[in-house]
C-alpha cells in the first residue's frame, strides 16, 4: 500500500513564487537575497498556517543556494539544495521552541553558532514558536542575536509576537504576514484537487476556505478529510456540511423568509428540527445573525464584494434581501445580538432562543403600529 502523503506536505511551497497570498513578503524577501540585503535577524509573524515556516525554509534554501536562478531561485540541483531537500543539510538547523524553551537549549544553539559553515555561506537558525522561550532563555539569546558572527542568520516564527520580549524585536527585521485571502485558498485546492483527479463543487471549496479562517493548512487539511470521506473521489457541498457539522444556508434563507412572513409556528418547526439534527441553539443564532448582516451587505452595490460566498448564494442573497425590508434586517438583527449575549445565562435556552424568534416575526407589526 502506497504511503499516503496530507496535502499540506505534498504540495508545500519549494520557492518563493509558489507561496500563496504574502506576496509582499517574498517580493522583499527576494530583493534582499538578490542585493545581498541579508539581514542577520529575521521575525516572522502571523497567524497559523500562513506560511511563515515554509517562507523561512524556503529563504534558508536560497541563500546558500551555489546556483541561484535569475529570478532568485533555489536551483534545487546544487549539493547545498540537495542536502537541504533530503533533510541532511548540516547548515540549516531548527529548534522548535515550544519544546526546546529552557536556558540550556539556547546555550547549546549558541555552541553551535561558533563554528564555521562546512559548506556554503551561512548557518541559518530556524526557530519556530519562538515566543514559547523564557525570559532567562531571551536573555541569554540577547547577545548572540544582536552580534551574531557574519555566517550566521536566525529566523524566528511566531504567532504570538506581543509575548516576545522588545530587546529581542528591536533586533529583528519584522515582516507580518496575511491570512490568506477566500479566494486564494479556493484556487489553490481547485487546483489540487484537478491534479489528484477530484471533483469539486464550488460550494464546497467555499465552504472549506471559510471554515479555514484565512489559515490554507486547515484548509489542506479539511480538503484532505472530505476527499477521503468520498467513496467516487468527489468533494460535494453535501458531503462538506455534514463532515463539518455546519448548518445549509438553506435553514438561514427558509428561516427569514418565516419570520418575514410572520409565520410563527414554521419558524419554530424549523429550529426544532435544526436542534434536532444536533445543532447548538447558540451557533444557530450566531449563524442567523450572520445571515442578517450578509443580507444587509447585498442592499447597496458598494459593499456587496464584502460578501464571501460563490456566486450562487450570492444571487441568492440578492434575491431575499431585495424582498426584504431594511427595518426588518437591522431589527431582527438587533433582537439576535441580544439573544447572543443572554444565551449562556439563561436558564432556558431553547425558550431564549424561541422567544427571540417570536420577537422577530412580530417586527413588521410592530412597524406597522408606529
Known sequence: MENFVVSARKYRPDSFDNVIGQSHITTTLKNAVKDSHLAHAFLFCGPRGVGKTTCARILAKTINCQNLTPETEACNQCESCKSFINNASFNIHELDAASNNSVDDIRNLVDQVRYTPQTGKYKIYIIDEVHMLSTNAFNAFLKTLEEPPSYAIFILATTEKYKIIPTILSRCQIYDFNRIQLNDIINHLSNIAEKEGIKTEPQALHLIAQKADGALRDALTV???????????????????ENLHVLDYDYYFKMTDELAGENISQALLTLNEILCNGFDGHNFIVGLSEHFRDLLVCRDNETIKLLQVSDYVKKRYQEQANNTSLSFLMTALNIAGQCDINYKTSKNQRLHVELALMKMAHINQAVNLI
Open 223 to 241: 480538503f484532505d478529510m472530505i476527499a477521503t470521506f468520498s467513496s467516487d473521489n468527489q468533494i460535494t457541498y453535501k458531503d462538506t456540511i
